[in-house]
């Protein structure tokens, strides 16, 4: 088996092999494409309207916009958090744990760092597919500025992966799917609320506002909103790089762990 020795061991083989796992997962998802993206679009898709015209309506302008428009950034920066998340702790640990198709590739010249490179790839297109979706539908119903809302695109990607390389850490460590929920309900859920999508992070306690400002969504949601609604963004170069953190740093934690748990 293929999982090498020392810190080799979590590193792409080279800056192609990657793209191999991503095609396969990709052939693999085509028999059940427009289920899959229907059901990622499912839970923003109400926020977006459930929210948007129901608290709409009470909360009127928000920012010197509708709040339906402003709602839309934070929801796509939401989409492509669940939906890049959904896809590696279920979807990759599936393939890893259960099905067993990690252990497969690894007898062939992939490394276990093209493996992990190419789910979290595969994340991040799951990602970009959810919250480009949402970010046409706002577009085509005049919720957001086009075509200023495609900046939010490279975004949308950052995002997909910043979140499933967190996951990856999260499927390392989970002895099962029982596991996963607590991620989901005392990281994603408190964030959406943390960070700005559904409301402005100027509203919360000022303590709950700094540890907000560390979280990945709200790096991903203040660059997405400027975008969505045609405004200038601030400091990019920050919340870029904070972005890039939270990719490469977990990416090489989940490797690591990875290494580990498929060495028992």
């Known amino acids: 088996m293929n999982i090498g020795k020392g810190f080799s061991a979590g590193l792409p083989a080279n800056a192609w092999n990657w793209a191999a796992v991503w095609r396969r997962n990709g052939l693999a998802w085509r028999k059940v494409a427009l289920a899959s993206v ?26 010197g916009t509708s709040y339906i428009a402003f709602l839309t950034g934070g929801m796509v920066a939401t989409s492509a958090m669940t939906s890049a998340t959904s896809e590696t ?45 949402i970010m046409f539908v706002a577009a085509a119903l005049g919720y957001a500025a086009w075509p200023s809302a495609l900046y939010a695109l490279p975004v949308v990607i950052l995002t997909g992966f910043a979140f499933a390389s ?27 609320f943390l960070c700005g999508a559904v409301f402005p992070v100027a509203q919360l306690p000022t303590a709950f506002q700094h540890v907000g400002h560390f979280l990945p969504l709200a790096h991903s949601i203040e660059l997405i909103r400027p975008a969505m609604l045609g405004r200038p963004a601030g400091s990019v170069g920050l919340h870029i790089s904070a972005l890039c953190m939270y990719i490469i740093l977990p990416f090489f934690l989940s490797t690591a762990l990875l290494c580990r748990r498929l060495m028992r």
């Open 38 to 63: 229907l059901g990622s679009l499912a839970e923003p898709m109400i926020y977006l309207f459930g929210l948007g015209f129901g608290l709409g309506i009470m909360v009127g302008r928000v920012d």
């Open 89 to 133: 702790i279920y979807a990759a640990f599936a393939r890893m744990n259960a099905q067993r198709t990690w252990e497969a590739i690894l007898h062939t010249q992939l490394t276990l760092g093209d493996i992990v490179l190419g789910e979290l790839a595969w994340a991040a297109t799951k990602a970009v597919l959810a919250g480009t979706a």
């Open 166 to 192: 967190l996951a990856m850490v999260v499927a390392a460590l989970a002895p099962s799917y029982d596991y996963f929920v607590f991620y989901q309900t005392l990281v994603l859920t408190p964030m959406l």
